[in-house]
C-alpha cells in the first residue's frame, strides 16, 4: 500500500507543523457486487496511526465512510527534531509503514 | 424575490437562531439517537464549540472534502479526546473517529467522506472534561456514493 506524506522538512521549536497524509486503497465498503453478482467483501483501513519520537500523537479509525484513497490532514507541534512513524492497517490484515522525518531548530 | 435571495436570506436567519443558543442541548437525527448514545454513554451532547465545514452542495458523495475543528486550549487538563464524523444515512452511521495525542496542538482534522445522499452530517467531540460538543452541516448529494446496494 502506497501512501503520499506530507511534512515540512524543517520547522521552528514549539511550531505546530501540518502533516497530510494519502494512502492508496480502495475502501471497500462491502456493499459491491462484482460481475458475477457476488458481493465484494468489506475492506477498509480501519486504523491510521502517526508516532513522534514513539508517542502516539493522532490515531484515525476508519469506516466506510471515509471515501476511496484515504486523506488525512492534522497537526502535531514539535520540539525536537525526530520522525513521524506512520502505520496503517486494513481489514484483511495487510499493514502499511511509512516514516517522515523533521528538523527542527 | 428571487429564489436565491429567499434561500440565503432563511440560511441567515437559520444561522443566526443556531447561533443564539449556542449551549443548548443538540437535536439529534432521527435514528442516530442509539449510535450517539453509544459514544457518549448518555452524557448531554451540547451544539458549540466544533466547526464543521463541508460544502453545502456535493455533486458526488463518493468522496466529499470536510474538515471538523473544536475549540479549546489543548493544555494537558484541558483538551479535546477525540472527535467522531456521523452520517445519518449511510448504511454504517459511524464514519471515522480520530484520537488527538495528549500532545496535539490543535483539535482539528480534514478528510473525505462516502455520502450515501442528503442528509445532514455531525461532528461529535469528547473533551478531557467529559463533555460532548457537536456541530452538523447540511450537505445536498446529487450522485449519492453505494449506489450498488441501496
Redesign the interface.
Known sequence: MAARISVPATAKKGDTVEIRIAIQHPMETGFRFDVNGRAIPKNVINRVTCRFGGEEIFRAELGSGIAANPFLDFFAAVEESGTFEFEWVDDAGVRGAETAKIVVS | MKRRGFLGIAGGAVALVLGRKAAAQVRIENGMESVVRDLTAGATVREGRVTLVVARLADNG???PL?VSVQSPMTQTERVKSIT?L?PR????????????E????A????????NGTQRVMALAALSDGSFWSASAQVEVTESA?L??S
Open positions: 463518493y468522496a466529499v474538515r464524523l452520517s449511510n448504511p454504517r452511521p459511524l464514519m471515522a473517529t480520530f484520537h488527538f495525542g500532545d496535539a496542538p490543535r482539528e482534522v480534514a478528510t473525505r467522506v462516502r455520502l453505494c450498488d446496494a
